[in-house]
């Protein structure tokens, strides 16, 4: 049954200027260049580099745009779940917001830990129960950031990024200026398998550029989100673009190795490019990196259940708000409690497993832009995707293009976790369902 469109919104105490909220934006969906290494040995440099001109125009760019358009017109917390529960009901809206929050499991805790790897390089005793113990302080210190609100976690994302950005940008000029090399030979790295090259290669790109729509569930939290969130997009996502392609073409120009990247492989890059100090400062900054992504994905998902619970689909108490930072301080301690639990992980092969719950979340996102403006053309929004109905066309067209390729190609082991990944939502919420119907039947105790 479909439930109307109108929500509450929240009175959140300390609200995040534009400034602050486009460092946020970019911790969540970028951070930084580290972690797309290996994608130069599994598609080629060349490949890589065309992904990264490419992908955008079929993944985030529409997807932005979309984003753009419904804050606007909906400027509510829950974001992106409340605008698919608006567009097609009880049913997806359910869907979009259990896949966001059950996504954020596979990855969330995996930064603590790949944290807590780089900083083993300094330390090589922190290993066994030690590693699990850093990793848990991490997440224990980000989540004291996020319960104190928007703002707190805006000024961390700042100072963060500039210590990031800091050294990719020296070892951008330096790696310009000793081009040696064609960074686009070889397109494609020989005798390698399709499912690698638009497989793993692509999931690894759709990834990288996937989260535009995430921060939609602050909105509540931002100063003016109907001005901040289109403005916010505007610059992040050249900017994301940027700092994923730069940084790649100056390594691959100036150092012809690309058979020898793996992850991790910007701190060898920078210390071949400049010296041991370049090296050690981007070392550095790729360890923040981690602590940069894990702050703004404890901010993006920890709305989704509080939202959620408002809407009477997970236990009324993540909804509370902690009574002096307004924010959702028990939905945000139940997930990093998560995290903290699953801290043993890594990366290897969840992200191929986590772009089956992202791709399902960002479809039903512009899909939900669409049905929108059929059913409710009303709405105003200040902010319209462009070039009309060929504007409509391409921001369902192209992800859905790139969804097809990416889930087509994806590994064996996404193939076999993916779509079980995303079977539990239906079953989650059928299980809603009958738990609901079985305790509206109870009968009434006499007084």
């Given at each position: 049954?479909?439930?109307?469109?109108?929500?509450?919104?929240?009175?959140?105490?300390?609200?995040?200027?534009?400034?602050?909220?486009?460092?946020?934006?970019?911790?969540y969906t970028t951070a930084g260049p580290f972690g797309l290494e290996d994608q130069v040995t599994t598609?080629?440099?060349?490949?890589?580099?065309?992904?990264?001109?490419?992908?955008?125009?079929?993944?985030?760019?529409?997807?932005?745009?979309?984003?753009?358009?419904?804050?606007?017109?909906?400027?509510?917390?829950?974001?992106?779940?409340?605008?698919?529960?608006?567009?097609?009901?009880?049913?997806?809206?359910?869907?979009?917001?259990?896949?966001?929050?059950?996504?954020?499991?596979?990855?969330?805790?995996?930064?603590?830990?790949?944290?807590?790897?780089?900083?083993?390089?300094?330390?090589?005793?922190?290993?066994?129960?030690?590693?699990?113990?850093?990793?848990?302080?991490?997440?224990?210190?980000?989540?004291?950031?996020?319960?104190?609100?928007?703002?707190?976690?805006?000024?961390?994302?700042?100072?963060?990024?500039?210590?990031?950005?800091?050294?990719?940008?020296?070892?951008?000029?330096?790696?310009?200026?000793?081009?040696?090399?064609?960074?686009?030979?070889?397109?494609?790295?020989?005798?390698?398998?399709?499912?690698?090259?638009?497989?793993?290669?692509?999931?690894?790109?759709?990834?990288?550029?996937?989260?535009?729509?995430?921060?939609?569930?602050?909105?509540?939290?931002?100063?003016?989100?109907?001005?901040?969130?289109?403005?916010?997009?505007?610059?992040?996502?050249?900017?994301?673009?940027?700092?994923?392609?730069?940084?790649?073409?100056?390594?691959?120009?100036?150092?012809?190795?690309?058979?020898?990247?793996?992850?991790?492989?910007?701190?060898?890059?920078?210390?071949?490019?400049?010296?041991?100090?370049?090296?050690?400062?981007?070392?550095?900054?790729?360890?923040?990196?981690?602590?940069?992504?894990?702050?703004?994905?404890?901010?993006?998902?920890?709305?989704?259940?509080?939202?959620?619970?408002?809407?009477?689909?997970?236990?009324?108490?993540?909804?509370?708000?902690?009574?002096?930072?307004?924010?959702?301080?028990?939905?945000?301690?139940?997930?990093?409690?998560?995290?903290?639990?699953?801290?043993?992980?890594?990366?290897?092969?969840?992200?191929?497993?986590?772009?089956?719950?992202?791709?399902?979340?960002?479809?039903?996102?512009?899909?939900?832009?669409?049905?929108?403006?059929?059913?409710?053309?009303?709405?105003?929004?200040?902010?319209?995707?462009?070039?009309?109905?060929?504007?409509?066309?391409?921001?369902?067209?192209?992800?859905?293009?790139?969804?097809?390729?990416?889930?087509?190609?994806?590994?064996?082991?996404?193939?076999?976790?993916?779509?079980?990944?995303?079977?539990?939502?239906?079953?989650?919420?059928?299980?809603?369902?009958?738990?609901?119907?079985?305790?509206?039947?109870?009968?009434?105790?006499?007084?």
């Open positions: 049954m479909h439930s109307g469109t109108s929500f509450p919104t929240k009175s959140i105490v300390r609200k995040a200027s534009l400034f602050y909220f486009v460092f946020v934006m970019y911790s598609s080629g440099p060349g490949m890589t580099l065309i992904y990264h001109l490419i992908l955008p125009f079929f993944w985030c760019i529409p997807i932005s745009l979309v984003a753009a358009e419904l804050t606007t017109a909906m400027p509510v917390q829950g974001g992106f779940y409340r605008w698919v529960r608006a567009a097609f009901g009880d049913f997806w809206g359910f869907l979009a917001g259990w896949w966001n929050w059950s996504a954020s499991f596979l990855l969330g805790g995996a930064y603590a830990v790949l944290f807590t790897d780089y900083l083993g390089f300094y330390f090589p005793q922190i290993i066994g129960w030690k590693h699990y113990v850093v990793s848990i302080v991490l997440i224990a210190i980000i989540t004291w950031i996020n319960v104190r609100g928007i703002r707190m976690v805006g000024q961390f994302a700042t100072a963060l990024e500039l210590f990031i950005l800091l050294p990719v940008l020296v070892m951008v000029v330096m790696g310009l200026a000793k081009w040696q090399h064609n960074p686009f030979i070889p397109i494609v790295p020989p005798h390698q398998p399709l499912n690698k090259i638009f497989g793993v290669g692509l999931a690894l790109g759709v990834w990288l550029y996937s989260g535009y729509e995430q921060l939609s569930t602050v909105a509540g939290e931002v100063e003016n989100p109907q001005r901040s969130f289109p403005r916010a997009l505007a610059i992040v996502v050249p900017l994301s673009v940027a700092t994923y392609f730069l940084p790649t073409l100056a390594a691959l120009a100036a150092v012809d190795n690309w058979q020898q990247w793996h992850t991790r492989y910007f701190s060898d890059a920078a210390q071949l490019i400049g010296r041991s100090w370049l090296g050690f400062w981007m070392t550095l900054a790729a360890m923040v990196t981690n602590i940069s992504i894990l702050n703004g994905t404890v901010l993006a998902s920890t709305r989704m259940p509080s939202a959620m619970a408002e809407d009477g689909y997970l236990p009324s108490f993540l909804a509370r708000l902690h009574p002096r930072f307004g924010t959702p301080w028990i939905a945000i301690i139940v997930s990093a409690i998560i995290y903290a639990l699953l801290a043993f992980q890594t990366l290897t092969q969840l992200i191929n497993v986590y772009v089956w719950l992202r791709v399902a979340t960002s479809l039903m996102t512009v899909l939900s832009g669409w049905r929108l403006r059929v059913t409710k053309p009303e709405m105003r929004r200040t902010f319209v995707i462009p070039w009309g109905k060929f504007g409509v066309l391409y921001v369902l067209a192209a992800p859905i293009i790139m969804s097809y390729v990416v889930l087509r190609y994806s590994d064996p082991f996404a193939i076999r976790w993916g779509p079980a990944a995303l079977l539990v939502g239906p079953v989650a919420y059928f299980l809603h369902r009958l738990i609901r119907r079985r305790s509206s039947h109870e009968p009434v105790s006499p007084c």
